[in-house]
């Protein structure tokens, strides 16, 4: 029963594709996961992925941010780069000129960061906050970052994504015109949407097990992105599933299956 529940839903989105049609839904948007870096000179996380994701036309460019121990703000995956704790660790610590990212940069600072978007002024930035829910922490990550937006300009470009739930609370109270989404896949559209949170940003495998949340979601107006999705029958499945944005290590890849997608490929669940 369970089963074919889901199978309907399934059908239903991909009617809905249908539908709409190519010409004036050019399905969902493409975010490029920590930028674009699976190319020529580019790094994880550096400007050169923003300014690549740039040149190719995604919708947005997904960067990671983490707070320094003199409070300054810089763009990494990890809590930590090249050995050091970036929490415990100056911003001079961290811009050692022999600590350099695979294509040679400096780790970016936010700053840096916003001041080298602003050469795509279309293009999204996908802000991830990394935090471990220290309150105190988040407070000040979100209010220097908030700065930082107004300093470039470019507050209503910014979506803002979290594993925090109370970060996302934070900012979506800060921000309330932008998209936030969670990260954790464990909370259900309409319980975040009483919190404030107008967005989810779950992995594939969430989607895949609840198909139901892109409906509940969309139900509730909420904004349904989907990480991280390379392979091409999980891009397929995330299509039919209807959703939104799919965030990517493989924009090209994924703009080239959106294009070329037909309802008939349709994979056997
Ligand atoms: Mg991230």
Excluded at 175 to 195: C, D, F, Q, S
Aim: hydrophobic fraction near 40%; charge should be negative; glycine fraction near 6%.
């Amino acid at each position: 029963m369970q089963d074919m529940k889901k199978m309907m839903l399934i059908l239903l989105a991909g009617c809905l594709l249908v539908a709409c049609g190519k010409e004036s839904a050019p399905g969902p948007q493409i975010v490029a996961h920590r930028g674009y870096w699976k190319t020529e000179g580019s790094a994880q996380n550096s400007i050169a992925s923003l300014l690549k994701a740039g040149e190719i036309g995604a919708y947005g460019s997904e960067f990671d941010v983490n707070l320094t121990a003199d409070n300054e703000l810089v763009v990494n995956h990890d809590f930590s780069y090249k050995g050091l704790v970036i929490r415990e660790s100056t911003l001079a610590d961290l811009r050692n000129d022999t600590l350099r990212l695979d294509n040679g940069e400096l780790i970016p600072t936010l700053d840096e960061y916003l001041e080298a978007s602003l050469q795509y002024p279309e293009m999204k930035l996908v802000f991830e906050l990394k935090s471990k829910g220290d309150p105190a922490y988040e407070a000040t990550a979100i209010r220097k970052s908030i700065e930082a937006f107004k300093r470039y300009g470019v507050q209503k470009r910014v979506e803002f994504i979290s594993f925090s739930l109370s970060a996302c609370q934070e900012f979506a109270r800060q921000m309330p015109r932008n998209r936030v989404e969670y990260l954790g896949g464990e909370m259900a559209p309409a319980e975040l949407k009483k919190l404030g949170i107008n967005g989810i940003d779950y992995h594939h495998s969430v989607f895949l097990s609840k198909p139901e949340w892109v409906v509940e979601a969309h139900e509730q107006d909420m904004v349904v992105n989907v990480w991280t999705v390379d392979d091409d029958e999980v891009i397929e499945r995330m299509l039919l599933l209807g959703a939104d944005q799919i965030t990517t290590n493989v924009p090209e890849r994924v703009r080239e299956k959106i294009d070329t997608y037909e309802v008939k490929d349709m994979p056997a669940f």
